[in-house]
């Protein structure tokens, strides 16, 4: 059987693994528009390459067939993602979250280990061929180039999705599968950084702070989350901010015209009352210091000085007894309740996923074969299924072009 994968990213390098491994007589061909595989892998996880996770399960995803998820990680595992790299002599080490890296800390070492394995078992790379468009004459799928025409019995999607277009992936995938019938729900970028008005958070650029917040559209609250924030000149970024960037996304991408804040708790130890009780107790012991230091110990000197300035309009060099007690409860307000308005997200080309795409419900679950057209499949981003940040999206891509490469 002659095989032609169309993207040689993590999903398409997996799935044709899997489909020589499975059946040494296939013929497998990697069809890739850069002039190498895997680009895309080597920038993953900051260049360390997040693989997967110790902690596994559908609730890290999102998709609008989530059921499908669950059957797909129990197909193929974050187990069997650490067994098959294994086999191919990687070894690991876990970061916080139960991230997993290779022990190396490389992302290059993920990329080689499936390149040698792609080698040794005999797929061929075509690389530097961009598929502009694909037919199927009868039983024959023509996959046509800028000046060549290739052709394969059976033709595998991984063209990723829309995020990282330096990387390859510009949503070529939608058009081709669009064009045989499959349905698409509406794409935008998710694990992204959130531009938002920095009048006070500006002062922190550069500062990352572990926080709770959550994200509120007509004071309800749409998302939340507890881990570490960037702060940057334009907004926010780092674990925190990737991962509330999702509904963030979805909300600027729906046109939804209500405003959208992110509230950020600076002291998720400790209730409002708490820290109300907390901020008239310090002026009792500390209010001989000015406002400029008065919070230093309890914050980073530039967010406790964000929070006073938020507070009120009494200078840094007021001494903190002089506060009224309207600014001590609107000091304790900002420290548990920090809103900032959102005002966008960055572009496609700075997320790390896309969420949304090919609907996962015009193919066979246990194949990931078409129902539109027989003997077409389709792995990884391409279709409608991405993660939170932490090896999710990889995983789902080992996974889904496992599943994809073993019936095959
Ligand atoms: C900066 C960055 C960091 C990330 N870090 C992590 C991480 O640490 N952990 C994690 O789990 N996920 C991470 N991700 C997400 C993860 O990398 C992707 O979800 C995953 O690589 C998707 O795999 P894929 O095979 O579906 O698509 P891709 O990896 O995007 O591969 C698609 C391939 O298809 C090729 N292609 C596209 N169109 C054509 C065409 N017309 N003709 C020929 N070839 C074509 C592209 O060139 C590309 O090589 C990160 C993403 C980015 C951008």
């Not at 969420?355 to 981003?381: N, Q, V």
Request: hydrophobic fraction near 35%.
């Amino acid at each position: 059987m002659r095989i032609g994968i169309i993207g040689g990213g993590a999903s398409g390098l997996f799935c044709g693994i899997t489909a020589k491994k499975n059946n040494p007589k296939n013929k497998v061909y990697i069809i890739e528009k850069a002039e190498k595989c895997g680009r895309k892998i080597l920038a993953t996880g900051n260049g360390r390459c997040n693989l997967t996770n110790e902690n596994m399960g559908e609730e890290y995803f999102f998709s609008s067939d989530i059921s499908y998820v669950r059957e797909a990680l129990s197909a193929f595992s974050n187990l069997d993602t650490q067994k098959s790299f294994n086999d191919l002599g990687l070894l690991f080490t876990t970061g916080e979250k139960g991230k997993i890296y290779p022990r190396s800390l490389q992302a290059s070492a993920v990329l080689d280990v499936l390149r040698m394995e792609s080698k040794r078992l005999g797929v061929e790379e075509i690389c530097g061929f961009k598929v502009v468009k694909i037919e199927k004459k009868g039983d024959i799928f023509r996959v046509f180039g800028e000046k060549e025409t290739l052709e394969f019995e059976k033709l595998v999607i991984a063209t990723g999705g829309m995020s990282g277009e330096n990387l390859g992936s510009d949503g070529d995938g939608y058009n081709f599968l669009k064009a045989f019938g499959h349905k698409m729900n509406p794409v935008f970028q998710s694990l992204v950084q959130i531009k938002c008005d920095n009048t006070y958070t500006k002062a922190l650029n550069g500062t990352k702070i572990t926080v709770a917040a959550k994200i509120e559209v007509n004071g309800k609250t749409i998302d939340k989350g507890i881990d570490e924030m960037h702060f940057t000149e334009y907004g926010l970024s780092g674990p925190l901010g990737f991962n509330l960037s999702r509904s963030v996304s979805k909300h600027f991408a729906e046109k939804n015209e209500s405003d959208i804040y992110c509230v950020i708790d600076f002291m998720q130890e400790l209730s409002y009352d708490e820290v109300k009780a907390f901020v008239q107790n310090r002026i009792k012991t500390q209010g001989y210091k000015n406002l400029e230091d008065f919070f230093t110990g309890v914050f980073s000197k530039r967010c406790g000085q964000m929070i006073i300035k938020k507070s009120t309009d009494k200078k840094f060099n007021v001494f903190a007894k002089e506060l009224s007690g309207a600014e001590i409860k609107e000091i304790a307000n900002n420290i548990k309740a920090f809103k900032v308005k959102l005002i966008s997200v960055m572009p496609f080309k700075n997320s790390q996923v896309t969420a949304g795409g090919i609907k996962i419900e015009d193919f066979e679950k246990d194949t990931l074969e078409s129902k539109k057209l027989r003997g077409l499949y389709a792995c990884g981003e391409v279709l409608d299924v991405d993660g939170i940040c932490g090896g999710y999206n990889l995983q789902w891509a080992w996974s889904s072009g496992y599943i994809a490469g073993k019936a095959l």
